[in-house]
């Protein structure tokens, strides 16, 4: 099946690398016009040029910097039809270890990101016949790891700003879906960074894989793309874990 996004309008923060380039590629494969925004201008626009899409620098923590953004793209494409609030990063600490200011720049980035991005964008949002927020969590904040009280206090709270945005969006009566992805171990490089893999990148398997396995960016970015896509216009409000049964598993 080809075109499912075809000519669809779609902004992904976070796109310069990871799982956000991985969305970025995916959309643009399936049709839409890719709009890749990240603090680091350079390799967002390297994913820009790769895909036909377009770049902006923007920092997710900053209101101003989320209303010049969507700001462009109503001047230049009228609507948006699909928002993958994906940008985020994580600090390595405990509960007794976390500063308070790791803490907020955790809360800033993943929390105020998400909220800026679904605040703003859905007045473009509502001029779309069948528009999509894709909100990004974690298998973390479901099963809670000691190592990173900011980030899955953050991501969980993502996951509950997600149900009520897509409830708002219901009682309005406006075009929009809202949900929110939740992967596992996934090969990127903060993935590999924290875990002693960098440069040692080796191809993830096919098919049904080993519990052990990290899975790949694009198991993320098919989500990603069912997501924004009509396929999934019955769907609102969502959890979707992408952790190869990670949640399910006693032994976790």
């Not at 099963?143 to 709270?157: M, R």
Request: glycine share 10%.
């Amino acid at each position: 099946m080809a075109g499912r996004v075809q000519g669809k309008v779609a902004l992904v923060t976070g796109g310069a690398m990871g799982l956000g380039k991985a969305d970025c590629i995916r959309l643009a494969e399936e049709g839409a016009k890719v709009i890749v925004t990240d603090i680091d201008i350079a390799k967002a626009q390297a994913v820009a040029d790769a895909i036909g899409g377009e770049a902006l620098q923007h920092d997710v923590r900053f209101e101003d910097q989320w209303q010049r953004v969507l700001g462009h793209i109503e001047e230049r494409h009228g609507r948006l039809d699909i928002l993958v609030n994906n940008a985020g990063n994580v600090i390595f600490e405990s509960i007794e270890d976390c500063s308070t200011e790791n803490f907020r720049l955790q809360m800033a980035i993943h929390v105020e990101g998400t909220f800026f991005g679904c605040k703003y964008a859905i007045p473009l949002l509502r001029k779309s016949n069948s528009a999509s927020i894709i909100n990004m969590a974690s298998a973390a904040s479901l099963l809670g790891y000691s190592s990173i009280i900011a980030y899955t206090a953050a991501k969980g709270a993502i996951r509950s700003m997600t149900k009520s945005i897509a409830m708002h969006c219901q009682e309005k009566g406006y075009p929009i879906r809202c949900n929110v992805l939740m992967p596992g171990a996934i090969e990127t490089p903060m993935v590999q960074a924290v875990s002693g893999r960098a440069g040692k990148e080796e191809p993830v398997p096919e098919g049904v894989l080993p519990k052990e396995a990290l899975g790949a960016p694009k198991d993320v970015a098919n989500a990603v793309l069912y997501l924004a896509s009509d396929e999934s216009r019955f769907l609102t409000g969502v959890e979707i874990p992408i952790d190869n049964g990670l949640f399910v598993r006693p032994e976790r």
